[in-house]
């Protein structure tokens, strides 16, 4: 393979250093588009052969990385074309690939499924098509190079969040409990996505506790598009109220767009209530790391109020401390609520922090 495709390579660094589409490929192998490829995805397991920087910074969800490059193999390759030449940048590529011949052949079979095998790289040029030979060259008969690579899907995944998607937003003040009663309406045969799951991120200074790194914003929206597109779109999609952000996540403005300007029913649950539940939810967590997060908030909760929280958070009263920090939290969500078209908003009295019960009186208001 790479004898035949060693005469290439000058072309395609001229161009972008690694990517290039051939066309002499492309009649050897099958191109498909994103959207065909998701028409045959549930048979056919996907290669992302970028650099591992590039894949954790976002990736098609289900894909597996067997990187051409390691991220230090890929600068070093474009620092040698950049101050050499681009023969030596060509020798240094072919010095680090060389090796792992057998390696992306035993990687690739262990996913493998049929026979059946699909590539991509970031646009759909030499790195996708030179591995996809080696593996239509060694045994896999039916391999896939999807078009555009990594970029086409991007592409496809933004051009989705622009459609029109029925949402029905569920709202309410922190310590609502409303990602638990996103879980019952699910449980009940609603269309949920939980945002805050995907981004791994309660939405609050205390928000990070207990939760795993939160991906990229890219990774975010590949997710909810992996999510989204497995259910009925002529159907209504429960979401929770969000910022525009959720931790250091964004929400992609287009999807935000629709969530505001959609019908939002705002369980109203006593201060009280909540402070009980807030209690169960995060007293478990380091003292510490429960002070960082009210110090975080400190210019907006006040002085004299961040000095009672951090006493009785020192006291072991966690109670008290969820009343104080309740009271920015319910002042700052009302503001946002006030922006919305009140026609839009529907507030629904509370008792408790009875996930199961709300859920069943949301349903019922709802249908």
Known sequence: MWNETKKYFNYAYRLNHVELIFSTFARMLYEISIKEYYKKAPRIPLIDVRSPGEFEQGHIVG???IPLFSDDERAAVGTVYKKKTKEKAVELGYEYVTPKLQWFLEESATIAKEGAIAVHCWRGGMRSHSFAEHLHDNGFEEVYVIEGGYKAFRNYVLDFFEQKIKFNVLGGFTGSGKTFILEELKRLGEQVVDLEGLAHHKGSAFGSLGEKPQPSSQYFENKFFEYWRHLDSQQPLWVEDESARIG???????????????????IDIPKEERAKFLVTEYASFDPHHLAKAINDIAKRLGGQN???????????DYYKVAMIT?????????????????????????DTVNHAENAKQLLELVK
Do not use: H, W
């Open 63 to 65: 894909a597996v990385n």
């Open 248 to 266: 250091c996540v964004q929400i992609p403005k287009a999807l935000y767009a629709q969530m505001r300007s959609s019908q939002l029913y705002f």
């Open 306 to 316: 961040v000095k009672e929280a951090l006493e009785a958070l020192e006291a072991r």
């Open 326 to 350: 309740l009271q920015y939290y319910d002042k700052a969500y009302l503001t946002g609520v006030s922006n919305r078209e009140p026609k839009m908003v529907q507030r629904i009295p509370l």
